[in-house]
């Protein structure tokens, strides 16, 4: 019953993104027009694969900090959070967002790693597993984080401030990771040498969700 | 008709130290009404979240039994309808989308489209059920949160400022509404409005406290 529920609340968000545009139009020209900076501000310049990997997971970091709190940002906006309180249980609407951030999350890394790879002739993958997994991984943790971190600035004044503030120390250790097996990656190392990293982001992933889980009545309800 | 019995014990609300009611009691069981009154901003839309499990009261317990078994506070949504001003309605979906929405969280299967025509049909917008809600005015989305409110044939019915925005025929609709819920379960009502208040058996009335 309550994954039932969270399903239509997850379909109930992307058939309202579908409509509205909340996210998905934030998202995509945060990447647009950061790709093109850093494309112009490279030029010819040499760079090494470690600052690559950092510029890759920058993009990542902060295009999710400007459409990933819509999700619960726009429920309180438009004053129907009440609404959703009184349809459903609260780990119903923590599922259901969190799939929705999941697949936006996932879908939107994927276009920036492809379109990364394909223009930034510097940054070379030479281990391509490593940079796929790395990808998923990370996109899970960062949705995971970015999902409670949106249900906790949603009440606030000052939302657009405070969500990457609050972001950046929960999901250092994320970040760190990342951009070392992205650098792993671009050095070609054997997929077992990034198996450590790998152990991080799930561990990182899992506990950020049984967290939430646990507060996410209290951050729901005033 | 089944055995239902509200019982609210001792209940205050603060919000940042200011102190908004204390020590509210009452019970109702089904087959009854009762007015919450006040003035305004003493605490009755406060009081009418807190009776739906939306908001957790400061201190003291509000408690909803069916047949004798209490109900959890991660159960109460499925049996509590709420009208209230603060309640809004999905302005990108249409009537019936929203209705729709709201049957397919909840989880109720027995309910098909020609059910819910019937309940728009009763707050007189099944003709606009194709439309946005955005392109709805203020009376015709509060009919519209009746409906969705009265999906789940809820034991415990609470209408905040209930006739707020309708015009006759809505008044009419609301209190033909109210009469069938206080015959079947248990019918809250927090208003000050006069002709309101002859649908409730009886009234407590939140005092607001301010320190």
Redesign the interface.
């Given at each position: 019953?309550m994954m039932?529920?969270a399903y239509?609340?997850f379909?109930?968000d992307v058939?309202?993104e579908f409509?509205?545009r909340y996210a998905m139009n934030a998202l995509i020209m945060f990447v647009i027009v950061a790709l093109s900076i850093i494309l112009f501000s490279i030029g010819d310049e040499s760079v090494t694969p470690g600052v690559l990997s950092g510029i890759l997971w920058v993009i990542i970091f902060f295009s999710g900090m400007s459409g990933l709190s819509r999700s619960f940002v726009s429920e309180e906006e438009?004053?129907?959070v009440?609404?959703?309180?009184?349809?459903?249980?609260?780990?119903?609407v923590y599922a259901g967002k969190l799939l929705f951030n999941l697949i936006l999350t996932v879908s939107l890394n994927l276009f920036i790693a492809v379109m990364y790879v394909l223009l930034v002739q510097q940054f070379v993958v030479q281990s391509p597993a490593i940079f796929w997994v790395t990808i998923l991984l990370g996109s899970a943790g960062i949705a995971a984080a970015a999902t409670i971190l949106a249900a906790i600035i949603a009440k606030a004044n000052t939302k657009g401030t405070l969500y990457p503030v609050l972001a950046f120390p929960i999901m250092l250790p994320l970040l760190l990771t990342v951009m070392n097996a992205t650098r792993l990656a671009t050095e070609g190392a054997p997929f077992s040498e990034a198996a450590g990293e790998f152990q991080v982001l799930v561990a990182y992933t899992v506990v950020v969700i049984a967290v939430s889980v646990i507060l996410f009545d209290f951050v729901w309800?005033? | 008709m089944t055995n239902a019995v509200l019982k609210a014990d001792q209940l205050s609300k603060d919000f940042n130290r200011r102190k908004i009611f204390s020590a509210i009691s009452f019970d109702a069981a089904s087959g009854s009404s009762l007015a919450v009154t006040g003035r305004n901003g003493s605490g009755k839309s406060t009081l009418a979240?807190i009776l739906?499990g939306?908001?957790?009261p400061t201190s003291g317990t509000a408690v909803l039994s069916i047949d004798g078994n209490a109900i959890s506070p991660?159960?109460l949504?499925r049996h509590?309808?709420?009208v209230?001003p603060?309640?809004?309605?999905?302005?990108?979906?249409t009537g019936i989308e929203n209705l729709r929405?709201?049957i397919?969280?909840?989880?109720i299967v027995r309910k098909n489209d020609r059910q819910l025509r019937d309940l728009l049909q009763q707050f007189g917008i099944d003709d606009r059920r194709n439309d946005d809600v955005r392109t709805y005015s203020s009376g015709m989305k509060q009919r519209l949160k009746y409906a969705?409110?009265l999906l789940h044939e809820p034991e415990l019915l609470v209408l905040d400022e209930p006739t707020s925005n309708l015009d006759e025929q809505g008044i009419a609709a609301v209190r033909d509404v109210m009469s069938r819920q206080k015959e079947s379960g248990i019918l809250i009502i927090a208003t000050n409005d006069r002709d309101d208040l002859r649908y409730a058996d009886r009234q407590v009335t939140v005092e607001g406290e301010h320190t």
């Open positions: 019953m039932r529920s239509e609340v379909r109930k058939h309202s409509r509205t438009r004053g129907t009440l609404t959703l309180q009184l349809l459903t249980e609260p780990s119903a309800k005033d | 979240k739906c939306v908001l957790t991660e159960r949504h509590v309808g709420l209230s603060y309640v809004q309605m999905y302005d990108e979906f929405l709201a397919s969280i909840r989880g969705a409110a």
